[in-house]
């Protein structure tokens, strides 16, 4: 055994020497281990497809105008930026790259944030990063299988991270800074100590890449999200022996983010079925869905440090911002030009920094992005209450002319249009025939629909209304329907106000009647 240990310890400094020669010329190395396993030949050749696609990155489609509340637009990465995070003091961010590197800025509110240095020494493309509780440690995630720990303080590599058969999607430290997680498309995640870099456990049981990790506040429970659309939750409190408590299944694709609320009462998953859910953390039972977050993919999901409001980046370009306690958006953030991958809440000032494929880091003042998106809200909603009213007064305008045309046909006196003689027979007929107790006026109400028969959305179609109606109906019925058939062809009265209609129509038909009576008496005297 101890002669096994000292071949182990062998291999692996001579590994680190190796890698480390291989930074200093910029060579790019190839893994002994990489070359003699088929398997993560395999996993590195699917992962590299699915994440880079081929080339350089993709125009975007336009998605509007900025957002007023962009203070800063963070350039200097050379490839997508695929990760962000704030340090606890909010005095520090990193991003990581597909260029290989992880840059370390030191913020400022006067918009004056710089990058203070460029932390390069992975062989290739860097997924995910995190800083420690301290502020003193930053990890970086890569495609190359290994994870690095660099000192903020010096801006140096403190050591390697070896163990995983595939690209490391993501990293992130508990909140005590004593352990590191990993997720990696070898479909495990590890522990790791964050005094020694030794790994303390292997989490095995998901069935696809394992995307993102992210601890509880209190360290004892990690939450795993992976390509096979569920979330693992496992008991961490003893780091070296780790238990699974259960396996979270609602997402109909890949879960692409995962996060705890600081007040510990929630975890939130973002998936590509375009959607977040909102579990108790208590008893991890589905407690509220957010749907189209994104247009198609969402692909993270951050809380912020009061636990109040989740951040959400996804394909369309833009970051959301949702209230926790209604599921509500109170702001959407416009200014990158390609995929946003990662954002982060500075945990001092209301601001979120933001990663994005066009290669920059975006920073938000979310007063402002809040301000925004509510008066965007309330001109929206006056807007539209206005083209609600234009619309209905043009329906009025219409419904009037249209009213008038009818009323034309049966001008009495010959004037061209309905006097004073043709509204005075409509108004006493309509009265009369309110006063009627004949067996078709009676009781037109719902149980008489009832009987005669409506159709699936109440209303009464005319077949049945004729039907029910046609045998004790005064004068001509058919002429009588046609006078319904008018009104309804010209959407003055609709059928689901069958005592209006039925009162309506019958006026205009003695109109009718009166009309004709009053030519043949013309006519008569004309001889």
């Not at 062998?10 to 010329?25: E, I």
């Not at 790019?28 to 281990?33: E, F, G, I, K, L």
């Not at 979270?248 to 983010?257: E, M, Q, R």
């Not at 409509?426 to 025939?433: A, E, F, I, M």
Request: with cysteine.
């Amino acid at each position: 055994m101890e002669q096994f240990t000292a071949v182990a310890r062998s291999c692996r400094q001579k590994k680190l020497a190796r890698r480390k020669a291989d930074a200093n010329t910029g060579s790019p190395r190839t893994s002994p281990r990489s070359a003699a396993s088929p398997k993560k030949q395999a996993i590195n050749s699917t992962a590299s497809s699915n994440s880079r696609g081929l080339g350089s990155p993709a125009a975007a489609p336009e998605s509007g105008p900025e957002s007023k509340s962009l203070t800063e637009r963070l350039t200097g990465h050379t490839d997508y930026v695929i990760g962000v995070s704030f340090s606890s003091d909010g005095s520090m961010l990193v991003s990581c790259s597909h260029d290989r590197s992880m840059k370390v800025w030191s913020y400022s509110r006067n918009g004056r944030t710089r990058v203070l240095t460029t932390l390069k020494g992975h062989s290739d493309s860097v997924y995910g990063c995190a800083v420690s509780s301290s502020g003193l440690v930053a990890a970086s995630a890569s495609h190359d299988s290994d994870i690095k720990l660099w000192s903020l303080d010096t801006m140096k590599e403190i050591r390697v991270l070896f163990g995983h058969d595939g690209p490391v999607r993501c990293c992130a430290f508990d909140n005590k800074g004593l352990v590191l997680a990993s997720g990696s498309y070898d479909k495990t995640a590890r522990l790791w100590s964050g005094a020694n870099g030794d790994c303390l456990a292997v989490l095995e049981g998901h069935k696809g890449f394992v995307r993102a990790v992210s601890f509880s506040k209190d360290a004892t429970h990690l939450v795993t999200g992976s390509d096979d659309k569920t979330a693992r939750v496992w008991d961490v409190s003893n780091p070296k022996s780790p238990t699974q408590v259960s396996t979270l299944k609602h997402h109909s694709d890949k879960v692409s983010g995962c996060c705890y609320s600081s007040n510990g009462a929630l975890l939130a998953l973002a998936s590509y079925d375009n959607s977040v859910s909102l579990w108790t953390a208590s008893t991890y039972k589905l407690e509220r869905i957010l749907p189209a977050v994104h247009s198609l993919h969402a692909y993270s999901v951050t809380f912020s440090h009061d636990s109040t409001q989740i951040a959400t980046t996804g394909d369309d370009n833009m970051i959301g911002v949702w209230d926790v306690s209604t599921g509500g958006q109170v702001a959407g953030l416009r200014g990158h030009h390609a995929a946003v991958m990662d954002v982060s809440f500075s945990p001092k000032q209301r601001v979120l920094a933001s990663a994005s494929h066009d290669s920059t880091i975006c920073l938000w003042d979310l007063h402002q992005a809040e301000a925004d998106f509510l008066s965007q809200q309330q001109g929206g909603a006056k807007k539209l209450e206005e083209d609600r009213q234009k619309k209905e007064a043009a329906e009025q305008a219409r419904r009037e002319a249209a009213l008038r045309k009818v009323y034309q046909e049966f001008d009495l006196d010959g004037g061209g249009d309905v006097g004073d003689d043709e509204l005075l027979v409509l108004g006493q007929t309509r009265r009369k025939l309110g006063q009627k107790s004949g067996s078709w006026t009676k009781g037109m109400n719902d149980s008489l629909m009832a009987k005669i028969g409506t159709d699936k959305e109440g209303n009464l179609p005319m077949s049945n209304f004729v039907k029910h109606f046609n045998d004790s109906l005064p004068g001509d019925s058919k002429e009588f329907d046609g006078v319904i058939e008018q009104f309804m062809d010209l959407s003055l009265i609709h059928i689901s106000e069958p005592t209006r209609l039925l009162s309506i129509s019958y006026a205009v038909f003695c109109l009718k009647k009166k009309k004709k009576k009053k030519k043949k008496e013309r006519k008569r005297d004309d001889k």
